[in-house]
């Protein structure tokens, strides 16, 4: 769960962006363009209620690849999916172990984020100031439906002159769990991973 949460991105999205009508549909379409297009790094920070809190690193490289560096707890596994095959690493990327071969499942997964799409409700769009620059603040309730099903509130900051996303929270709550999840993001020009060979 740690690490896909940690995996939702969204950059770049001025374009079209502008082009949203109602608060509503800006909210649908930066919930449901969660694909980072460049290379992009995201600081998460993820507190379960009555739980641990987690923090790592989350690398994307705009081509479906991605790693995950645990900060806390520092002994945690990092992984990394690279070319659709997972592996995970226990001393902090030094050498990686395959775990499995991964099916591509984007196709799936958008057909998922359309499927929560329909439950938004609530949205509410404002302005906020966020490292001394506004942002425009769009949030909105939805629910996520399927084999584990969940209550989420999702609030988005974006550049209104870029359509960049710096950050994104996210609250969800299900019968299981309740967690609060913050996700930095910034540009990360050069990126490459380890060859786990």
Same mark, same amino acid.
């Given at each position: 769960?740690?690490?896909?949460?940690?995996?939702?991105?969204?950059?770049?999205?001025? %374009?079209?962006?502008?082009?949203?009508?109602?608060?509503?549909? &800006?909210?649908?379409?930066?919930?449901?363009?969660?694909?980072?297009?460049?290379?992009?790094?995201?600081?998460?920070?993820?507190?379960?209620?009555?739980?641990?809190?987690?923090?790592?690193?989350?690398?994307?490289?705009? &081509?479906?690849?991605?790693?995950?560096?645990?900060?806390?707890?520092?002994?945690?596994?990092?992984?990394?999916?690279?070319?659709?095959?997972?592996?995970?690493?226990?001393?902090?990327?030094?050498?990686?172990?395959?775990?499995?071969?991964?099916? %591509?499942?984007?196709?799936?997964?958008?057909?998922?984020?359309?499927?929560?799409? &329909?439950?938004?409700?609530?949205?509410?769009?404002?302005?906020?100031?966020?490292?001394?620059?506004?942002?425009?603040?769009?949030?909105?309730?939805?629910?996520?439906?399927?084999?584990?099903? %969940?209550?989420?509130?999702?609030?988005?900051?974006?550049?209104?002159?870029?359509?960049?996303?710096?950050?994104?929270?996210?609250?969800? &709550?299900?019968? %299981?769990?309740?967690?609060?999840?913050?996700?930095?993001?910034?540009?990360?020009?050069?990126?490459?991973?380890?060859?786990?060979?």
């Amino acid at each position: 769960m740690k690490t896909a949460l940690a995996a939702l991105v969204i950059t770049g999205l001025s %374009a079209s962006f502008a082009l949203a009508e109602t608060c509503e549909e &800006k909210f649908v379409q930066l919930m449901t363009d969660r694909t980072a297009k460049e290379p992009t790094k995201i600081h998460v920070t993820q507190k379960i209620k009555g739980g641990t809190k987690t923090v790592n690193w989350n690398y994307q490289d705009g &081509k479906g690849n991605w790693l995950t560096e645990m900060i806390e707890p520092a002994n945690a596994q990092w992984s990394m999916g690279l070319d659709n095959v997972l592996y995970s690493s226990t001393d902090k990327g030094k050498t990686w172990a395959k775990v499995r071969d991964m099916e %591509a499942n984007n196709e799936a997964h958008q057909k998922s984020l359309a499927e929560r799409a &329909k439950t938004v409700e609530n949205a509410v769009c404002g302005e906020e100031e966020l490292d001394g620059v506004m942002h425009e603040v769009v949030e909105a309730d939805y629910q996520m439906q399927g084999s584990f099903t %969940a209550d989420i509130h999702d609030k988005f900051w974006v550049d209104p002159q870029s359509g960049y996303v710096p950050r994104l929270e996210t609250t969800m &709550k299900s019968s %299981a769990f309740e967690s609060f999840i913050v996700q930095r993001l910034e540009p990360a020009p050069g990126l490459t991973f380890p060859d786990p060979e």
